[in-house]
Structure formats: structure tokens, C-alpha cells
């Protein structure tokens, strides 16, 4: 049987996707709550009281984007045999699931302080950036990398900041269909797996120590 939605959870729903359609339509700045609630047919106090901002909007289409990608991500990494692989397969599905909402996303990218609770970096987003995280971890674990121990535990977590890079790179790309984000996302993969490689060789990994000293430092773990 199929399962009922609530009239709550479908309110809340038809609210952030008419948020979604404003912000594609007007940019996130422009917008405001009153537009939102008149495109979703709900009283603007009815709007307040499932978001009481744009901010928590944001939040919950993060949260939203990542529920939606979950299965695929899933799947990618069932089906995945190589760590480029399943590096191709995560980033790629993220630039594609997001590139309706580019535009949003830009606007968005204006809040990288750590400090603003839309960051990416923020603590407000921890549980959504450590989900993600940990589709970079198993990506690495499931691939056998044979990395030093001074740097396999960060190494899901330098993954992330280079989808993060690629990501930042990709909406501000003005190039037709974003070629040259194509183009660095190739390059780029190509000389992270190289260095990896040469990670693993036993000869070089003493070079690898003072790598995982800085990792600790940055992370505040020294």
C-alpha cells in the first residue's frame, strides 16, 4: 500500500520547492518569504512556521539534495572496482544533480566563513558534511589503498575538500557547458591518483611523514 503523506510534510515540500523555483528565478537575494508563500498557495505565516528563513530553506534543500543523491551515490560505489571510479562517479553526480540549481548554488558560495551557518564549513552543516565525508571513506576504504598511517585517516576528508574546490570552480566556470571545469576535474584527478600511487610505494612513504605532521596541525590534532 502506498504510504500516506501527512498534509504537514506535503505543505512543507510544496513550500520548498516553490522556494527552489523563486530562487532560480529571482536569485536567492532578491527573493523573499512572501513570494515563496504565494507560489506555494500558502498564508506567509504559514510559510514562517515550517521555515522561519531563507537560510532554513537552504538548509533543508541541502538536506533534500542529499537524501536524493544518497541511493545513487550508493549504487555508484557498489558498482565502482578503482578509486578514480567511484571519484568520477560521486563528483560527477554531484555537478550533475546541482547544475539546475547553479545559479542558487553561486549565490551560496558567497558564505564560505565558517561562521555563517550556510557554510559548507559551519557547524550547523556538520552533520550534513560529515554524511558526505563519508561517502569519500568508503570510496578510499573500498578501493584497498595502501596509504602511510599519517595520512590515511585525513584522506576522506582532503577527498571532500577537493570535490568542495571543483565544485567552487564550477560555478563560476563561464565557459560553454562548463569545459573547463571538465577539463581541470580531468587533469586534477589524474595527478591527486598519481600522487596516491607514489604514496604507497614503501621507499617514499618517509617522505610522507611531515605530510600527515602538517594534516594534524590543520586539523588541530598536533
Known sequence: MARTVPKSEETRKRILAAALRIFRERGFHAATMREIAAAAGVAVGAAYYYFDSKDALVMAFYAQAQDEMAPRLDEIL??????????????????????????????LSAHIDPEHPLSPFSAATAPIRDRDIAFFARAAEESKLRLPASILPYLPRLL??????????????????????????EKTLRMMLLTLKWAELPLLKPLFRPAGELLKAIYGEA
Do not use: H
Open 160 to 185: 571532500w575538500l577537493y570535490q568542495m574546490g571543483l565544485m567552487l570552480f564550477w560555478v563560476y566556470d563561464r565557459s560553454p557547458k562548463q569545459q573547463r571545469t571538465e577539463l581541470l576535474f
Open 78 to 107: 557498489r558498482e565502482s572496482r578503482t578509486l578514480e571510479q567511484r571519484l568520477r562517479g560521486i563528483i560527477g553526480q554531484k555537478l550533475e544533480y546541482f547544475a539546475p540549481n547553479r545559479a542558487l548554488v553561486s549565490a
